[in-house]
């Protein structure tokens, strides 16, 4: 199983953007999935996590508001649409496949899955 995100990119504070993570081989739609960050010099964190119907979503607090993680099943791609991006939010991207149907602590154990990661970096 091969998880590519994509989407990443440089962009002044205040713009948008969404990123994209698509399986291939293997479905996402049994599984929960989650987007984390990593700034230089800092822990990867969880920002947004997704259930597998979607029906239930979790979101870090510093982006509550302006991101929305949303699913496309038959498309098998999971999406992180970023609103109001700021200088804070310039990081790498991953997607992470969740073991779990549901959302659970972000614990890497829980995670079967890792994307390679995109770069999104927001500069005036």
């Known amino acids: 199983v091969q998880l590519q995100a994509s989407g990443g990119g440089l962009v002044q504070p205040g713009e948008s953007l969404r990123l994209s993570c698509t399986a291939y081989?293997?479905?996402?739609?049994?599984?929960?999935v989650d987007w984390f960050r990593q700034a230089p010099g800092k822990e990867r964190d969880v920002v947004a996590a997704i259930n597998w119907s979607g029906a239930t979503a979790y979101y870090e607090d510093s982006v509550k508001g302006r991101f929305t993680i949303s699913r496309d099943n038959p498309g098998n791609t999971v999406y992180l649409h970023m609103n109001s991006l700021k200088p804070e939010d310039t990081a790498v991207y991953y997607c992470?496949?969740?073991?779990?149907?549901?959302?659970?602590?972000?614990?890497?154990?829980?995670?079967?899955?890792w994307g390679q990661g995109t770069l999104v970096t927001v500069s005036s």
């Open positions: 081989g293997d479905t996402f739609s049994n599984h929960a």
């Open positions: 992470a496949r969740s073991k779990e149907k549901y959302i659970t602590t972000s614990d890497p154990n829980n995670y079967d899955y």
